[in-house]
T-cell receptor
Framework: AQSVTQLDSQVPVFEEAPVELRCNYS??????LFWYVQYPNQGLQLLLK??????LVKGINGFEAEFNKSQTSFHLRKPSVHISDTAEYFC???????????FGTGTRLKVLA | NAGVTQTPKFRILKIGQSMTLQCTQDMNHNYMYWYRQDPGMGLKLIYY???????DKGEVPNGYNVSRSTTEDFPLRLELAAPSQTSVYFCAGGGTSTDTQYFGPGTRLTVL
């Protein structure tokens, strides 16, 4: 079975500052990893995903994440945030050979002017 | 393409009533999913389907049923609604199990 932990429920950050949203997972099998973003009153949209290959994954809107197998982490980063990045961010894991995603509890990013 | 659409957007039910949440996609996704989202709890998988005629339980299936008679439609049925089923429900579709999941706009359900 897989599980996901998002360590921070809320992260306030000033505009143009860097941000890191943390995600740790556990799994007895190899995994695929995903970050989704949810803007208010909307469904989720994919930011980026790691399936295999390079451990540094670049996504939309300037976000990137690094897969660290030894630390079982997949932290999301952005070097300079905008007000429009204010949203909730979800990390998700899928065990290879399964069809199910397991989502974390989410991190609410609040970008301050 | 409309993508993944859900109806209704909002619904209030009384305890013990039943209803069906509709989900339709026009992207020819094989994989479809139903999630519920509760505050501070993230998304929990209720049921999923890997193709027409094939469905399976997720993490929290109790109190729900699904069917997948066509590729396009994946309705979620609530029988005997309970206050614990108050939540926001999202339907999603994807081409493969590792493909991007495309989410619908959600249905906000309140059971009183």
């Amino acid at each position: 079975a897989q599980s996901v932990t998002q360590l921070d429920s809320q992260v306030p950050v000033f505009e143009e500052a860097p941000v890191e949203l943390r995600c740790n997972y556990s799994s007895s099998v190899s995994v695929y990893l995903f970050w989704y973003v949810q803007y208010p009153n909307q469904g989720l949209q994919l930011l980026l995903k790691y399936l295999s290959g390079s451990t540094l994954v670049k996504g939309i809107n300037g976000f990137e994440a690094e897969f660290n197998k030894s630390q079982t982490s997949f932290h999301l980063r952005k070097p300079s945030v905008h007000i429009s990045d204010t949203a909730e961010y979800f990390c998700a894991v899928q065990g290879r050979g399964t069809y199910k995603y397991i989502f974390g509890t989410g991190t609410r990013l609040k970008v301050l002017a | 393409n409309a993508g993944v659409t859900q109806t209704p957007k909002f619904r209030i039910l009384k305890i013990g009533q039943s209803m069906t949440l509709q989900c339709t996609q026009d992207m020819n996704h094989n994989y479809m999913y139903w999630y519920r989202q509760d505050p501070g709890m993230g998304l929990k998988l209720i049921y999923y389907s890997v193709g027409a005629g094939i469905t399976d339980k997720g993490e929290v299936p109790n109190g729900y049923n699904v069917s997948r008679s066509t590729t396009e439609d994946f309705p979620l049925r609530l029988e005997l609604a309970a206050p614990s089923q108050t939540s926001v429900y999202f339907c999603a579709g994807g081409g493969t199990s590792t493909d991007t999941q495309y989410f619908g706009p959600g249905t906000r359900l309140t059971v009183l």
